[in-house]
Nanobody, 127 residues
Framework: QVQLVESGGGLVQAGGSLRLSCAAS????????TAWFRQAPGKEREFVAA????????DYADSVKGRFTISRDDAKNTMSLQMNGLKPEDSAVYYC????????????????????WGQGTQVTVSS
């Protein structure tokens, strides 16, 4: 079992930046593949970004490519999402997700592929 806690959300103006963090409760976080998803009001939860267990592979939703950067620090059991050039349509509750895996470089894109989730952190971008 691993518990995930997100932080760093808030209110920001369009064009601004935020850095989300996800802290894991287990020292074996390095054996997990992780990702960020988001859910806006009235919409389904959607994939934002993912990073492999090794950290060597990353991928992003087309809507955030070039603006968001996912990273991980296994020594600190944390994962981060740097969000630059924020737009009002980025407003959502952001969730971190994790799954323990033996694959070092596989990227997972779908909710059902992750079995650990944080409680979410609200990001609101004003126009």
């Amino acid at each position: 079992q691993v518990q995930l806690v997100e932080s760093g959300g808030g209110l920001v103006q369009a064009g601004g930046s935020l850095r989300l963090s996800c802290a894991a409760s287990r020292r074996t976080f390095s054996s997990y593949s992780t990702a960020w998803f988001r859910q806006a009001p009235g919409k389904e939860r959607e994939f934002v970004a993912a990073i492999s267990r090794s950290g060597g592979s990353t991928d992003y939703a087309d809507s955030v490519k070039g603006r968001f950067t996912i990273s991980r620090d296994d020594a600190k059991n944390t994962m981060s999402l740097q969000m630059n050039g924020l737009k009002p349509e980025d407003s959502a509750v952001y969730y971190c997700a994790a799954v323990q895996t033996t694959s070092y470089n596989r990227i997972r894109y779908r909710e059902y592929e992750y079995n650990y989730w944080g409680q979410g952190t609200q990001v609101t971008v004003s126009s």
